[in-house]
């Protein structure tokens, strides 16, 4: 079945440090990947999506790439503060379903 | 306002006693699904629903039904509530039944089974 894999499941950074969280999927097809993140008492919310290989989605400063040759889809931001801190999930979009990885604890420090 | 809501959003219940979880969205969405989330599993699948009394079973719905008589409207349903049921669950909405469509989640009910 469709699966995602988050390698980090904890990053702790310094304000202004470079972040990545890496995911990568296993998925028959062409699905679309998704970025989700989730604050302290909140539902997860949408961050960005892409749907087709090279294309790159974004939004508050991070982005993400797919690339259908190496299946990934790794969330990056150039200089993170601490206000980012929260739970960022990868997700698969199939028919009819939302596949998540189990989630990346990202903590910057002031 | 787009908004996924559920009631309440904190309960405890003993074993053996039955749960109703409730969810409203006000974006008529047809699709609507409920997710589990325990620590260190991320989130699963329960049931997703594509409309009107149209439910399929998500990847983890032994031990949960579900019912939806209006669209706007979706409830997750443990008979015998178990220990092991103990979890947060959340309920999400999204426009269509399409795979690339932005899927908004409710804030969550934090479930305790004593």
């Known amino acids: 079945g469709d699966s995602v894999t988050q390698t980090e499941g904890q990053v702790a950074l310094s304000e202004e440090d470079f972040l990545t969280i890496h995911c990568n999927y296993s998925?028959?097809?062409?699905?679309?990947l998704f970025w989700y993140v989730q604050y302290p008492g909140e539902g997860p919310q949408f961050l960005f999506r892409a749907s087709r290989d090279k294309e790159k989605g974004s939004s508050r400063g991070f982005e993400a790439t797919y690339d259908k040759g190496t299946t990934s889809f790794h969330l990056r931001k150039a200089s993170v503060q601490e206000s980012d801190s929260a739970v960022y999930y990868c997700a698969l979009g199939a028919p009819g379903k939302l596949t998540f990885g189990d989630g990346t604890v990202l903590t910057v420090k002031p | 306002d787009m908004k996924v809501t559920q009631m309440p959003r904190y309960l405890i219940k003993r074993m053996g006693e039955n749960v109703l979880l409730e969810c409203g969205q006000d974006m008529s969405h047809e699709t609507m699904y409920w997710y589990r989330q325990d620590p260190g599993l991320g989130l699963q699948l329960i049931y997703i629903?594509?409309?009107?009394?149209?439910?399929s079973e998500g990847d983890i719905p032994k031990g949960y039904r579900v019912s939806r008589k209006k669209r706007e409207h979706f409830s997750l349903i443990l008979d015998s509530a178990k220990t092991n049921q103990t979890s947060v669950y959340f309920c999400a909405s999204s426009p269509g039944q399409g795979a690339d469509t932005e899927v908004f989640f409710g804030k969550g009910t934090r479930l305790t089974v004593v």
């Open positions: 629903s594509y409309d009107v009394d149209s439910n």
């Open positions: 998925a028959s097809g062409y699905p679309a």
